[in-house]
T-cell receptor
């Protein structure tokens, strides 16, 4: 059974710092990996989707990488801002014929002004 | 942009009541999902649907049922609400992209309290 782990559970950084959030998964046979952001009491917002054939995706100050063979993905946030404070979740799609995502429990990021 | 809407942001119900949570998506997506999210437990899949009138159980279907009569609408039903169903409920939808990936889009969530 696929398991997704995000360490650390919480992270606090000063404004302006570059940071990396980690996501690991136990079964490398994934179809794609998705990163989400969740603000308190709100739904999830999709940030980046990496297909299994891709190594990375970029959107603005965000860059997500995928290494299927090692079962790892990272989300890099450049020049962090207080508005980046949120919980970041990663989720993997297991493959064709399955519709379900397996989620990690998230990393709660606090960016201190 | 994909839009997924949920009928209520906050809902308070009494134990034993029948509760309906509605979800609508505007992008003609094939797949729709209901999750609940609880502190320390993360997101757990309750039910999903891959077509009109089709449904599949997720990880925690007990105490819930679903209905999908139209492609854009997916309803979650709590037949007899109990206090342990107090939670944040999240609806999502997806369809394959041109590259074959399934990107999920979420609604704003419904915070349900059962007293």
């Amino acid at each position: 059974k696929q398991e997704v782990t995000q360490i650390p559970a919480a992270l606090s950084v000063p404004e302006g710092e570059n940071l990396v959030l980690n996501c690991s998964f136990t079964d490398s046979a994934i179809y794609n990996l998705q990163w989400f952001r969740q603000d308190p009491g709100k739904g999830l917002t999709s940030l980046l989707l990496i297909q299994s054939s891709q190594r990375e995706q970029t959107s603005g100050r965000l860059n997500a990488s995928l290494d299927k063979s090692s079962g790892r993905s990272t989300l890099y946030i450049a020049a962090s801002q207080p508005g980046d404070s949120a919980t970041y979740l990663c989720a993997v799609h297991p493959g064709a014929g399955s519709y379900q995502l397996t989620f990690g429990k998230g990393t709660k990021l606090s960016v201190i002004p | 942009d994909v839009k997924v809407t949920q009928s209520s942001r906050y809902l308070v119900k009494r134990t034993g009541e029948k509760v309906f949570l509605e979800c609508v998506q505007d992008m003609d997506h094939e797949n729709m999902f209901w999750y609940r999210q609880d502190p320390g437990l993360g997101l757990r899949l309750i039910y999903f649907s891959y077509d009109v009138k089709m449904k599949e159980k997720g990880d925690i279907p007990e105490g819930y049922s679903v209905s999908r009569e139209k492609k854009e609408r997916f309803s979650l039903i709590l037949e007899s609400a109990s206090t342990n169903q107090t939670s944040m409920y999240l609806c999502a939808s997806s369809s394959p992209t041109s590259g074959g990936a399934y990107e999920q889009y979420f609604g704003p969530g419904t915070r349900l309290t059962v007293t």
